[in-house]
């Protein structure tokens, strides 16, 4: 059985391309949120074994839910995916990108990136998925 | 005195004696001149006191004496018989003598002699002699002044003319040169020959009239036919006599024609100037602050900058700008001013000092210009900027998204069919994807200032090649990187990738094959780099080759056309230029600036964190302080441990542009140490610390 996750994405498109992507890849999504706080309180109810973090995100940002997350649960996995791709000079989500993984993220990919998305799960999730 | 002297007529000596009666003698004794009366024997019978005095006499010692023996006992015979002939002969006579023989001391007097007669004969003579032996010393001091003031005049830039009745009777070396009159060929000229005022007309219509010179400019004729505009002054004596200067001004009216002509453009620039002296206190101020503020200049003069009405500052502003002004440093910075429609707009303002000899502020320049609309402008762009990089470029990456996943199959399998609509639909999605790239580094090179740092040339190739080959997965892209004379650092800035992403790109486009690049380099001279970048594709048609570089002019292939527009702008940008090579067929001739200083790596000792290690490390860029980032290639993790490697490895392995972190995340380098580029020897030296 794939891991257990839950989606970080304030755009609803985005949201769903993620979704079915990693489905696809035979990991199962037990829940989808559209800003920080509400995946604090998602990550509490559900426990799951990945989150997929946005940064941009009106109200808490993803930084803040991150940092909150790994406090109150040091096993947390939150695996940023920031629209950020390689050679590109987005200096602000860059730095939102060094943030949260000082607050504790596992790691940062690009979101459109189905290379990088795979690499980092079977970085992961080695024995979890089948890829 | 003469005239009674002259109608004196008497009988004998005693008579001589009475009819000079005590007043007379007393008047006598009051001339300054030497007054002697003697009798038919030529001997003294009496004489004033201005006479005892220059004979230093007393007046027993004189009576009865022979005049001539008084006063010239050293001088020959033949003086004093001649003068005694033509006293006898003429009723009046003039002599002059030289009292003490000559000698220092020695007085130069100036005798007249006048008979006194009756009866047909000589009765005696009245002797008055002036003492000339001043006047002399004065003559013989003005002849010294005279020499000295020659002396001088040949010392002078100004040409100097001695002029006697109009005419040049003296000159000094200065005028015989500038004027081109060798030798004496001036003398004797009239003045006219040689000034004549800028209407064609003689001096007042007097050319030889040396009295009707009025100070001013004239034009001076030079006897080889040219001229040149003169200050002229003329110092006369009263007998039409004198001294003519005459100063070549040519320079110095050039130089206040250039002031004119720069007072005009001050007055007539649309910008705002003001003039304010040393307190900072308005002078002057030019018609495009009147019209700028809608103040007239009048009104303004006068006033410090702290009083005007139209400049909406701090204090803090004025008296920063106030405090380098008076140190003779130059302010600038940018303050709100109020205009005619009430309407605040944003000025830059520069302030330049002027300060004299002895570093004292005499005056400050101050010029403002309008940049409201300007700055507006830059916003827009900043705002299309943004939405062009991040919100429509995260639009078009997820339409290129689903089309792949649609074609991955995720949602099941699609037929030929469907499986090449979907296909054309991800090229064009591709297409767009570029078109925003290069119009994303369009607006980014018009945005703000032009900040360029050195970049390593073969990084930037192979990253660019990196990011075009990940879009074509299904054809091979080989770049052959052969760069003399490296390691090989230019003067740019981040964009330089798109310039090789564009020409790569091309290559890939113009190409059905495998494509192949090369991409040969070699230095020019000591600042600069020649880049000569060929592909093994079908060549760029020779109609097109003169607009090859303009805005949407397409090669061919499937392009928006400004791909190259964008290559040639940002080369430019940074100092360079393209062309087609002529030599050569589809081949790119690439000019950059080289950067010229040695830079010293430091790189930071930083404490490594958790066991993260990072993937290949690409290099971004190179900055001015030494520090040199990078980012990881995909935001991937892999296995190996970075910290391990040594320094000299970490350099081997990654070239001289070594990657070092700054940002914590990537933190995880751990050396310590300085590196060094040689510059001379092109060689990467690690110096231990």
């Known amino acids: ?131 | 005195m003469y005239m009674v002297f002259d109608d004196l007529e008497t009988t004998d000596q005693e008579l001589i004696s009475d009819i000079l009666p005590s007043p007379y003698i007393g008047l006598m004794d009051e001339l300054d001149e030497m007054i002697a009366v003697i009798d038919s024997d030529m001997r003294i019978v009496r004489t004033n006191l201005a006479f005892l005095r220059t004979l230093e006499a007393a007046t027993d010692k004189l009576a009865g004496k022979d005049v001539w023996l008084v006063l010239c006992p050293d001088q020959g015979k033949e003086l004093t018989a001649s003068i005694m002939n033509r006293m006898r002969i003429s009723r009046s006579t003039r002599a002059e003598i030289q009292l003490g023989g000559g000698g220092p001391g020695s007085r130069i007097i100036d005798l007249d002699i006048k008979q006194v007669r009756s009866n047909g004969s000589i009765d005696g003579w009245i002797l008055t002699g002036k003492d000339l032996t001043d006047r002399g010393q004065i003559v013989r001091e003005l002849e010294e002044v005279r020499d000295d003031l020659s002396t001088l005049f040949e010392g002078v830039n100004e040409c100097v003319l001695q002029v006697r009745d109009g005419k040049i009777i003296d000159w000094n070396r200065t005028a015989s040169t500038r004027l081109s009159f060798p030798g004496t060929e001036m003398m004797g000229l009239g003045l006219s020959s040689i000034l004549t005022s800028y209407k064609n007309e003689g001096i007042n219509g007097k050319p030889n009239s040396f009295g009707d010179i009025p100070d001013g400019i004239y034009r001076c004729l030079t006897r080889d036919g040219r001229d040149f505009p003169a200050e002229v002054h003329a110092v006369t004596s009263s007998k039409g006599s004198g001294y003519v200067f005459i100063r070549d001004v040519t320079s110095q009216i050039k130089k206040e024609t250039r002031m004119k002509l720069l007072a005009e453009v001050v007055e007539t620039t649309d910008d705002a100037i003001i003039v304010t002296d040393g307190e900072l206190v308005i002078t002057s101020v030019n018609r495009g602050l009147e019209a700028m503020f809608g103040e007239e200049r009048k009104d303004l003069v006068g006033k410090t900058l702290g009083d005007v009405g139209f400049l909406i500052s701090t204090s803090r502003t004025l008296d920063e700008l106030s405090g380098k002004i008076s140190r003779g440093e130059t302010w600038s910075g940018y303050v709100k001013v109020k205009v005619p429609s009430d309407e605040e707009r944003e000025v830059s303002m520069m302030a330049w000092p002027i300060m004299s000899a002895t570093d004292h502020g005499i005056a400050t320049i101050i010029h403002l210009r309008d940049i409201t609309d300007r700055l507006s402008m830059e916003r827009n762009l900043e705002l299309m900027s943004s939405l062009l990089s991040h919100d429509v470029k995260n639009f078009d990456r997820a339409i290129t998204d689903n089309l792949e996943m649609l074609k991955m199959g995720i949602y099941g399998e699609l037929d030929d069919r469907k499986s090449r609509v979907v296909d054309r639909i991800l090229g064009q999605s591709r297409e767009l994807n570029a078109l925003l790239k290069n119009a994303r580094s369009i607006l980014q090179s018009w945005e703000g200032e032009v900040k360029l740092e050195p970049l390593d040339l073969r990084s930037m190739i192979h990253w660019a090649a990196d990011m075009v080959s990940s879009s074509y997965s299904a054809r091979r892209l080989e770049i052959e990187i052969d760069l003399k004379d490296g390691p090989v650092l230019v003067m740019a800035d981040m964009l330089l990738k798109d310039v090789f992403q564009n020409l790569i790109d091309n290559s890939m486009k113009n190409s059905v094959d495998d494509t192949v690049i090369s991409i040969k380099g070699e230095a020019i001279g000591p600042e600069g780099y020649r880049l000569y970048i060929k592909d093994n594709g079908k060549g760029i048609p020779v109609e097109m080759s003169e607009r090859l570089f303009d805005r949407f002019t397409s090669t061919g292939g499937t392009g928006s056309g400004l791909g190259l527009y964008l290559v040639k702008r940002l080369i430019e940008r940074y100092g360079g230029s393209i062309e087609l090579d002529k030599r050569e067929d589809a081949c790119f001739r690439i000019d950059l600036v080289r950067s010229k200083k040695e830079y010293e790596l430091v790189l930071n000792t930083i404490e490594p964190r958790e066991q993260r290690s990072l993937g290949d490390l690409k290099i971004i860029r190179y900055t001015r302080y030494g520090e040199v980032f990078f980012k990881v290639g995909s935001w991937t993790y892999g296995q190996k441990e970075i910290g391990s490697l040594s320094k000299t490895e970490l350099v081997e392995r990654f070239g001289w542009n070594l990657a070092c972190a700054i940002k914590k995340a990537t933190s995880d380098i751990h050396i310590d140490g300085t590196f060094r580029y040689d510059l001379d020897g092109r060689q990467f030296r690690i110096v231990e610390s």
């Not at chain 1, 891991?3 to 498109?13: G, N, W, Y």
């Not at chain 1, 035979?26 to 604090?40: H, L, P």
């Open chain 1, 1 to 131: 059985m794939g891991p257990r996750v839950l989606i970080v994405e304030d755009q609803t498109p985005v949201a769903e391309q993620i979704n079915d992507f990693l489905e696809w890849i035979g990991c199962r999504i037990i829940g989808r949120v559209k800003d920080g706080s509400e995946a604090v309180s998602a990550y509490n109810d559900l426990s799951p074994d990945l989150v997929t973090m946005d940064l941009v995100m009106p109200g808490m940002n993803g930084v803040e839910a991150t940092k909150s997350i790994v406090s109150n649960h040091s096993e947390a996995k939150v695996l940023i995916f920031t629209s950020l791709d390689v050679g590109d000079n987005g200096e602000e989500e860059n730095e939102m990108v060094t943030k949260a993984l000082e607050a504790g993220a596992v790691g940062a990919v690009c979101k459109f990136s189905k290379d990088g998305i795979l690499k980092e799960l079977k970085r992961l999730f080695p024995d979890e998925l089948d890829l």
